[in-house]
């Protein structure tokens, strides 16, 4: 069979790909990138394939077809199907992960976490706030501020070197009055025996209402009236419930 005729019967399978694409050949929605790379990569090599038997039957015998080229693209195509291979076990092996995270997040429902910042939230007449200080210190005091940043408390702090958790019963120390339920802040103010400042390092405090995730598929924890991401948790327990003393 003639070169010309070659190419005419590589022009019709061209063709007929490409109706077969344009006749619905899309990729199911719960298909992962993974399986859409596969299936393409499949579909080209089958075409592929075709094409290099439709050639190598009807080519010229006292001129035959190199076949090297054909070898490498080959050798291609199996390269590339171990990489989609990868790829699908690393999609797999994240979906498991974030999976397990739910499990793990679910469990943190109703339970006391902290985060960076300085907040606390107060409900139903209780509000804690942590604090972690490098070194014991022979004094500490802490002042809660309202969403205003109004002082609403100002009282002792435990003084050992650590994490400490200050529980508030929400009334305020200047009035007696009780302060409503809402979002407060805390800042401590801590010196050694010698009066020497000691840095603390403040925690926000909240417990966690509910899971979810976000677009990107980030788990999120219901804290307060706040969102903050799983893997931003620093520590978990059951709600504390001890008063602050208010004395000064």
Not at 86 to 110: D, H, P
Not at 126 to 134: D, E, V
Not at 184 to 201: F, G, M, Q, R, W
């Amino acid at each position: 069979m003639s070169t010309s005729s070659v190419a005419a019967q590589n022009a019709a399978l061209i063709a007929a790909k490409e109706q077969a694409a344009k006749n619905g050949t899309t990729t199911k929605p719960n298909k992962t990138t993974a399986d859409a790379s596969q299936d393409q990569l499949s579909s080209d090599l089958n075409f592929f394939l075709k094409m290099l038997t439709t050639q190598l039957q009807n080519q010229d015998p006292t001129s035959p077809l190199d076949t090297n080229e054909f070898t490498q693209q080959i050798a291609q195509y199996s390269s590339v199907q171990q990489q989609v291979n990868t790829n699908s076990n690393l999609e797999k092996l994240l979906a498991a992960n974030k999976q397990s995270s739910l499990t793990t997040a679910v469990g943190y429902i109703g339970k006391e976490v902290e985060t960076k910042g300085n907040t606390g939230e107060v409900s139903g007449g209780q509000g804690a706030f942590s604090y972690l200080l490098p070194k014991a210190a022979a004094s500490v005091e802490i002042v809660i501020r309202n969403a205003n940043g109004v002082e609403v408390f100002r009282g002792k702090g435990d003084t050992r070197e650590g994490r400490n958790i200050a529980v508030w019963d929400g009334v305020n120390s200047l009035t007696g009055a009780q302060e409503p339920d809402g979002t407060y802040t805390i800042s401590v103010d801590a010196s050694d025996a010698s009066k020497k400042p000691i840095l603390a390092e403040t925690r926000a405090v909240a417990v966690v209402g509910g899971v979810e995730s976000d677009s990107k598929g980030d788990m999120l924890l219901a804290v307060g009236r706040n969102k903050v991401k799983f893997d931003e948790v620093l520590a978990v327990r059951p709600p504390s419930r001890i008063s602050l003393s208010s004395d000064s």
